[in-house]
């Protein structure tokens, strides 16, 4: 018992915790100064979300590119690096899950769908390798090549899209055969768009835990992501661990576009302007503390307070913009850890008395 | 393609880059004291949207001519203020810089928009503006192609332009600048010769949120006219790139800042050119990114950043 006690009054657990609520305060604050009742918000944001099995699955569904976007972001973070690049990645991982699910439609689909994603993710890999082998091999900050290379996939996606695959007579792909949607649990959700994605995005979290904390490649990247001078010193070769990491990183990515592509829409977008997943994934890595346990518990809130901030404006008529104040702020507090802290310290002064006694 | 099109496309490349040059200047002066922003995109938000409100308002009042400059000013307000939030977070409780940066996206993000829902009933963009009009500089505005294009401008590419010069003066040529580039490279030093290293650096934030709110009031005092959820979209991010490309360095930054104006500008040119109608347009649109890159490949290498930065300053460490 106490132990079980111990593991939940560590600050690991707390701090995130603490944020939290001081963040849906913040939110209950700018509701009352707008005159709305955040009580009545609030509430209409989860039944939203939980009042249904139909919507109950949609947000699921919206989960799931948070997770993968967010495991990427926060895996490139383990090793060192700022990927500002998802948003690229998932968009090249959409094109080539895209491509091979329309062209190679002739395939059976138990052989499609697998090579749709595999490809899907090498390519988001190799994107955003190309940002670490820029890295690695030239010293170019990341965080610019990744910014260019969300622009080049955006053209570059849209341009494929609208040469090979268009639908005549309209800004979107043809209808792609192969499907990663899970229909036998469709019907059961009344017909949400779940689909196996959310399983590969799960599988990612297991994957990046083992990987960087039970394996010895892993500890090699924590090690250059720590300190990548020591690590240097200590005979690892950085380089290649860079190249590594982002490597994994858009991966990760890729494979979220393959799930929003074979998934969700079943046919690509010529798109307007960059989707902005990649930057929900940051949002959602920097609340999950960059591990993956972390990441995957971001994404289920990013995902409820997102997809129920439009039941909220429906019952309350709250802006669902307000929703980012509430993240925003959430990030700050677990950023200012100080501020939790003081929040916090006659509770830790306390704990502290007991100990003594 | 004639001269007076050259001209037209100088110009335009101006217009697109005059945001850009300030929110990189901006972010100049955050880096070089030791904090890395990230928020300039949000900053930029910040902005645009203060300055749309303040625009409309002063305009509703009947200040004519002087509206856009209340706007410019209400920017420049609320760019300060919402760079604070960074500020606390960073140099006071000493957070990841990274983090702080990214909260103050999501917070622009979220409260810009809340706030024109509140205060228009519910739309989801701002009324347009009747923004900034071009001064034609007399005299000067006659030279071909350059008189079009650089002396037929809107008021914010002139002070971009003369705030470019004077921002080179005070950071490589002023104590001022020397403390605030000796913050950012070896803040115990500077601490041992009695720079106030927190206070250097809440200035250079503060700064930042002054320059990057009136490039984002640019956008909506020239180009859009209001302030909607895709006004800034990106553009913050481009300042950072034009930053790191231009080297922390003001005409550095400003070259590159003019290159992705540019690349901005052709948009609306690219049927002008005989040899470009074959090539799809996306094409096109990619060049400037893709050159970027080829460019810091080439001829630019390992970028040389503030040693500092990213570190959040802690005396009892050194």
């Given at each position: 018992m106490n132990k079980f006690k111990k593991i939940f009054t560590t600050d690991s657990y707390i701090v995130p915790l603490v944020a939290i609520v001081l963040g849906f305060l913040v939110g209950a604050i700018v509701m009352l100064m707008g005159g709305y009742d955040p009580i009545t918000a609030y509430s209409a944001l989860f039944t939203r979300v939980f009042g249904n099995l139909y919507n109950f699955g949609e947000a699921v569904r919206e989960m799931t590119p948070l997770m993968l976007t967010g495991l990427a972001v926060a895996f490139a973070f383990r090793s060192?690096?700022?990927?500002?690049?998802a948003d690229g990645q998932v968009m090249i991982g959409m094109t080539a899950a895209t491509v091979v699910g329309i062209k190679f439609a002739a395939l059976p689909g138990f052989i499609l769908v697998p090579l749709a994603v595999i490809i899907a993710g090498l390519c988001g890999g190799l994107w955003a390798g190309i940002a670490g082998y820029l890295k690695a091999?030239?010293?170019?900050?990341e965080v610019i090549t990744t910014i260019m290379l969300n622009w080049v996939a955006l053209y570059l996606s849209n341009y494929i899209v609208r040469a090979f695959l268009l639908l005549p007579g309209q800004n979107r792909s043809e209808d792609i055969p192969a499907s990663l949607s899970m229909t036998f649990l469709n019907s059961l959700f009344d017909?949400?768009?779940?689909?196996?994605g959310t399983a590969i995005a799960l599988a990612a979290a297991v994957f990046f835990y083992v990987y960087l904390w039970k394996t010895k490649q892993g500890y090699e990247m924590r090690a250059v992501g720590y300190n990548p001078h020591a690590a240097e010193y200590a005979g690892m070769n950085v380089g290649r661990n860079v190249v590594k990491a982002m490597f994994i990183s858009g991966v990760f990515a890729g494979l979220a576009g393959a799930g929003e592509v074979l998934?969700?829409?079943h046919y690509q977008s010529v798109f307007a302007?960059?989707?902005?997943y990649g930057f929900d994934g940051i949002a959602v890595a920097l609340l999950g503390l960059t591990h993956p346990l972390g990441v995957v518990l971001a994404a289920i809130l990013y995902g409820t307070l997102t997809y129920g901030s439009a039941g909220m404006s429906f019952a309350a008529?709250?802006?669902?913009?307000?929703i980012r104040i509430v993240i925003g702020s959430i990030i700050f507090f677990i950023a200012a850890q100080g501020i939790v802290r003081w929040v916090l310290k006659p509770f830790y002064f306390k704990r502290k008395k007991e100990k003594v006694l | 393609m004639d001269l007076q099109t050259l001209g037209q496309l100088l110009n335009t490349t101006l217009v697109f880059s005059t945001a850009l040059i300030f929110a990189s200047l901006g972010g100049i002066f955050s880096e070089r004291s030791g904090v890395v922003n990230i928020g300039l995109e949000g900053l930029m938000m910040f902005g645009a949207f203060a300055a749309a409100v303040g625009g409309y308002y002063a305009q509703d009042a009947g200040m004519g001519e002087w509206a856009p400059w209340i706007g410019v000013l209400c920017a420049m307000v609320v760019g300060v203020l919402g760079s604070l939030i960074h500020a606390v977070a960073a140099?006071?409780?000493?957070?990841?810089q990274t983090i702080s940066g990214t909260v103050i996206n999501f917070l622009a993000a979220g409260s810009t928009l809340y706030m024109v829902k509140l205060l228009f009933d519910g739309s989801a963009e701002t009324p347009l503006l009747d923004g900034f009009h071009k001064v034609a500089i007399p005299g000067l505005s006659k030279i071909p192609v350059i008189g079009e294009g650089?002396?037929?401008?809107?008021p914010t590419t002139y002070l971009a332009i003369v705030l470019v010069i004077v921002i080179y003066f005070v950071l490589f040529k002023t104590p001022f600048g020397l403390r605030l580039r000796a913050v950012g490279e070896h803040p115990s030093a500077a601490d041992t010769l009695g720079v106030k290293v927190k206070r250097m650096r809440y200035i250079g934030v503060m700064l930042s949120g002054l320059l990057a709110g009136i490039g984002g009031a640019t956008i909506t005092l020239t180009t859009t006219g209001t302030f909607g959820h895709?006004?800034?979209?990106g553009q913050g991010f481009i300042a950072i790139a034009a930053m790191i490309f231009g080297k922390w360095n003001p005409l550095g930054a400003f070259g590159a800042a003019v290159f992705f104006g540019f690349s901005q500008a052709i948009r609306n040119y690219v049927q002008l050119f005989e040899w470009s109608k074959?090539?799809?347009q996306e094409f096109i649109f990619m060049i400037p990114y893709v050159l970027t890159i080829i460019v810091l490949v080439g001829a630019v290498g390992r970028s040389a950043a503030p040693?500092?930065?990213?570190q959040p300053y802690d005396p009892g460490k050194r």
């Open positions: 060192g690096m700022f990927n500002i690049g091999k030239r010293g170019i900050n017909n949400a768009r779940l689909h196996w998934g969700v829409f302007a960059s989707p902005g008529d709250v802006p669902p913009e307000l | 140099i006071t409780f000493k957070s990841d650089i002396f037929n401008s809107y895709n006004t800034i979209s074959g090539i799809p040693k500092a930065l990213g």
